[in-house]
């Protein structure tokens, strides 16, 4: 993959956490850029959270913070500030947790045109 813009969608779970760990090796690997969106207002405190934590792996995030469906909101925030590729988690735990997870990131992967990279 050529990704020169990263953007990784963060909700605050595990399971984000591990697609931001995942983008920020494949930032600091290849040089990119990286942004994080987090979708809602009452989860925009986690946007900052994921870009303090990339910054103790000494990586500047750029920050979006949208509100709508995170569907449409992620696509459309990859595509309007070019990123290559979107990294998002899957939750694996209960079956309501996973099936509003897996909506999320299946979702991005049929709304955007950008590589998607699902986490685990």
């Known amino acids: 993959m050529n990704e ?3 953007l990784v969608a963060y909700d605050g779970s595990e ?3 591990w697609a931001l760990m995942q983008a920020a090796d494949t930032a600091r ?4 850029a990286i942004g994080v969106v987090t ?3 009452k989860l925009a405190a986690a946007a900052e959270d994921a870009a303090d934590i990339l910054r103790e792996h000494d990586l ?3 920050v979006h913070t949208p509100i709508g469906d995170p569907v449409t909101e992620i696509a459309r925030i990859a595509h ?4 290559d590729a979107i990294y998002v988690g ?6 309501f947790a996973r099936a509003l997870q897996d909506s999320v990131s299946d979702g991005v992967v049929s709304a955007s045109d950008r590589t998607t990279v699902i986490a685990r």
């Open 4 to 6: 020169r813009r990263i």
């Open 15 to 17: 399971e984000a956490y």
């Open 29 to 32: 690997a290849k040089g990119a």
């Open 39 to 41: 979708v809602l207002p």
């Open 60 to 62: 500047e995030a750029t």
């Open 80 to 83: 309007e500030g070019a990123y």
């Open 90 to 95: 899957r939750r694996e735990a209960g079956s």
